[in-house]
């Protein structure tokens, strides 16, 4: 009889790696492999940290004493990489192949693939897999139209950047709930955290979704969300930045860091709380935008959405979820869920791929 009863889960962020084991949907550990600034800015690329990362994530199943051999199945969290449907893939060459590249952006989550692949094929498994990538795109083609051909995206290459793991997690964690199936809600869910993407739900396909990484929707603590294009191009123009320093502004260097000092929500609360009339400001700011964003949606579905579900970090924030519902509990009922599930969704997906149900194949 096989002794194989666990799930690696391994999910790369910018400045730590949370790594968990499960046994089916429960938890074992989980860790927050923590990296800091200073170790990482040693390597040239992310991808250059791919040793550094996989050797945390062994030393820790190591100090939690878990064989090798009692792992069934690892799971990765999915890369920056062409645009695909929604679902469960087998890691093969190309995908690690554009990974490693970063086609789309040299970001954490690429190392995820990779590391959850070596880690797979050295403890003798056939593979690993990744699930519900950011770069998921279900929207139809009229959706894809940015209104001068110049600027369409390339659709062979690039698509929306947003929080699809966790958006889908919440979805199906909420129709569980009702019991109910995810495919037959129509829901709005808003993910804050250091970035912000909500998206429209319609039966189990995200037919709209903001661009989160690179300058749409609302701002969030490091990105600037959308912005005026006369302006941009004015400051593009001036000489005064290079191509990189604009694109730092955009995706790291905006929001609550550009006119605060600080990318940390909790701490621009607390000062809001306290009376700091300019982060009241941004506070007012963000929840009008993410609540603007959330009834832009509504459109889509004609106004037929069954509810709203904000989620991520900023979640935790009573006074900040209390203000964007005020705003939008006229479209349908609102519903909070804290933090992130993302861990917990790959652990389901892998769970389902060792119950049997078939990956899809990365092409």
């Known amino acids: 009889m096989s002794n194989k009863k666990y799930t690696l889960v391994i999910n790369p962020g910018a400045t730590s790696t949370k790594a968990a ?15 800091p600034i200073e170790e990482i800015q040693k390597y040239k690329e992310v991808a250059d940290q791919f040793d550094y990362r996989k050797g945390a ?4 199943l190591k100090r939690h004493e878990i064989s090798t051999d009692s792992i069934a199945i690892v799971m990765g969290r999915g890369g920056l990489t062409r645009p695909c449907e929604s679902g469960c893939y087998r890691v093969n060459e190309l995908m690690k192949q554009e990974c490693h590249d970063g086609i789309q952006g040299k970001h954490a989550c690429n190392l995820g693939a990779l590391i959850s692949d070596s880690i797979a094929r050295e403890i003798g498994l056939e593979c690993a897999y990744i699930a519900d990538p950011g770069i998921v795109d279900e929207r139809p083609e009229f959706a894809k139209i940015s209104g001068h051909p110049v600027f369409d995206l390339d659709e062979r290459v690039e698509g929306p950047i947003w929080h699809c793991l966790n958006q889908k997690m919440t979805a199906k964690l909420y129709a569980r709930e009702l019991g109910k199936h995810y495919e037959d809600l129509n829901l709005i869910i808003a993910h804050m955290g250091g970035g912000v993407s909500v998206g429209i739900h319609n039966h189990g396909r995200v037919v709209e979704v903001n661009r989160a990484l690179c300058g749409l929707g609302a701002f969030s603590p490091t990105r600037c969300g959308s912005i005026n294009a006369s302006k941009l191009i004015e400051v593009a123009c001036s000489g005064k930045y290079t191509e990189a320093q604009l694109k730092k502004m955009v995706t790291a260097e905006g929001g609550f860091v550009a006119y605060l000092g600080t990318n940390d929500a909790y701490e621009v609360e607390k000062r809001a709380l306290a009376g700091d009339e ?3 400001l941004l506070v007012d700011a ?3 935008q993410v609540s603007m964003e959330i009834s832009r949606l509504a459109a889509v579905v004609c106004g037929a959405v069954d509810a709203i ?6 979640a935790y924030s009573k006074p900040w979820m209390a203000q964007i519902a005020e705003r939008v509990d006229w479209i349908a009922p609102v519903k909070i869920y804290k933090g992130e599930n993302e861990m917990l969704a790959l652990a389901i997906c892998g769970k389902e791929v060792l119950d049997g149900v078939p990956a899809k194949e990365y092409r």
Not at 57 to 60: A, E, K, P, T, Y
Request: hydrophobic residues 35%.
């Open 21 to 35: 084991v499960y046994e089916g949907e429960t938890e074992v550990f989980t860790e927050n492999l923590s990296h």
């Open 57 to 60: 994530i062994l030393d820790m």
């Open 278 to 280: 300019k982060c009241k």
């Open 286 to 288: 963000f929840c009008y």
């Open 309 to 314: 579900l904000l989620t991520g970090g900023i």
